[in-house]
């Protein structure tokens, strides 16, 4: 069996693995680099294997630097089945179409304003290729034992992190290649924690946190701060999402907050993104699947007022009175909240509140660090709000939260071979894990090959 990495190499997206086992190729994960057009523009080199000579897809969960490449690929010829579970199938059909659109809606908003380089500008795939790639699904059960071609057989575990987040193990007969897919942390207030993996003899890592320890702090206190202060000064508090895990945890907590009377309970709450209302409903229709109970999720949807037309979601933007505007995309990197961006980063009444990872390159990094313009639709704009990053609200688990997950293998692997990070963040990680437990890790570089022996 032979692992090639294709993506994730050194980043924190595009995550792409080939695994080749007699004669059969498998693409574990599909996703779209994303973050800074240097990364993103990576989306449109050819894949060094062409795509119909793939038999066979597994993604490990649903986010898009995961899954967001599947269109493209089907556009280019693949037609084989796409290995999941069914909570990754559920949130593909929410965001793989809508990954579509926007990618439409960006060529055509480009197009219209003139600023793309590319004339005419291209979408890389379509609304309608996303439909087509959803029709390969073909969801599994959790911790089963399921036979797929090449002689490997497949096992999902529960990964934590968002709705169907699982880690895969491959068997060949002799060897489990594991991957840890992203890993949820420990304790996070609405997912349960990873469940562990006893054997991984070769094991692809996630690093997103390898650098860093998510802080103890309850973030209900500085939130309940910046939404008070924000909303007396009469302005809108802005918060930028991941439309599947991190809305729901977002509108969760100002629920708590409302609940408690630390916020006043009329300021009307708008979520806008119509992907994440979608996921939203599918977190509510899987109470067995998180931590929130039917009643929390009856209090969040009586409190939230969702913007589902274009034009509502521009009204939204010239309202006069004090608000508090969820929107995706998490990054800010695209969707509805560049629009909100525009109107309300001028403004020093507004707050801006990030919750999650913000890649390098990435609008909410730039905002993050400070930056006084942001460039939106081709122009810079001044940024006067105050912007906030919520640090204990993470959908990954931080490099304990990973390393009491490893401590669960109950051999030590061959080796670890470390992905899905920054340079820093990934090398950090295999330092503390050669620390912690003395075991072969490193940081594995684009289309490197790695020989996992067969079963003789
Ligand atoms: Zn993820």
Not at 24 to 52: S, T
Not at 359 to 370: N, V
Not at 401 to 426: C, F, R, V
Request: contains cysteine; glycine residues 8%; proline residues 6%.
């Amino acid at each position: 069996m032979q692992l090639k990495f294709l993506g994730a190499a050194g980043t924190v997206t595009g995550s792409k693995s080939l695994v080749v086992s007699h004669g059969r190729r498998i693409l574990v994960d599909c996703g779209l680099y994303q973050g800074i057009k240097n990364e993103r523009e990576r989306n449109w080199a050819p894949l060094p294997v062409p795509a119909e000579s793939l038999d066979a897809v597994i993604l490990t969960h649903a986010h898009i630097d995961h899954s967001g490449y599947l269109p493209a690929l089907v556009r280019q010829g693949f037609d084989g089945p796409v290995y999941c579970s069914e909570g990754t199938r559920d949130l593909c059909k929410v965001l793989l179409p809508d990954a579509g659109f926007l990618q439409e809606e960006d060529a055509r908003y480009a197009n219209k304003k003139g600023f793309s380089k590319h004339q005419p500008a291209m979408p890389l795939y379509t609304e309608e290729d996303a439909y087509r790639s959803l029709k390969l699904f073909q969801p599994l059960d959790w911790n089963k034992q399921h036979e797929l071609m090449g002689g490997l057989i497949l096992r999902l575990r529960r990964a934590g992190h968002i709705i169907g987040a699982g880690s895969l193990e491959l068997f060949n007969g002799k060897h489990v290649l594991s991957f840890s897919g992203d890993l949820g942390r420990s304790e996070d207030p609405i997912m349960y924690p990873p469940e562990p993996m006893p054997r991984a003899d070769w094991l692809v890592l996630e690093s997103t946190y390898g650098n860093r320890l998510h802080s103890n702090e309850d973030p209900l206190p500085e939130l309940e701060k910046i939404i008070n202060q924000t909303t007396s000064k009469g302005g809108t508090v802005l918060i930028p999402a991941f439309a599947v895990g991190r809305v729901q945890l977002a509108l969760h907590l100002i629920q708590q907050l409302k609940d408690s009377g630390r916020i006043r309970r009329e300021i009307p709450v708008y979520l806008n993104s119509p992907m994440a209302q979608s996921a939203t409903d599918l977190f509510f229709k899987h109470p067995d699947k998180h931590k929130l109970t039917r009643e929390d999720c009856e209090r969040i949807d009586a409190g939230t007022q969702y913007v589902r037309s274009v034009e509502d979601s521009i009204a939204l933007n010239s309202q006069k009175f004090p608000s508090i505007i969820i929107s995706a995309s998490g990054m800010a990197s695209g969707g509805r909240v560049v629009h909100h961006l525009n109107t309300l980063a001028p403004n020093h009444r507004n707050s801006i509140v990030f919750m999650g990872f913000q890649a390098p390159g990435t609008r909410g990094e730039k905002l993050i660090s400070g930056a006084e313009t942001i460039r939106v639709f081709g122009r810079d704009i001044p940024v006067r709000a105050s912007v906030h990053k919520l640090d204990n609200l993470s959908a990954h688990g931080d490099y304990e939260d990973i390393l009491s997950w490893l401590g669960k293998i109950k051999q030590p692997p061959k080796e670890i071979l470390i992905n899905h990070g920054t340079p820093e963040s990934s090398d950090n990680l295999a330092n503390h894990i050669r620390e912690r437990f003395g075991w072969e890790a490193r940081v594995p570089a684009l289309n490197e090959t790695v020989t996992i022996p067969d079963a003789l």
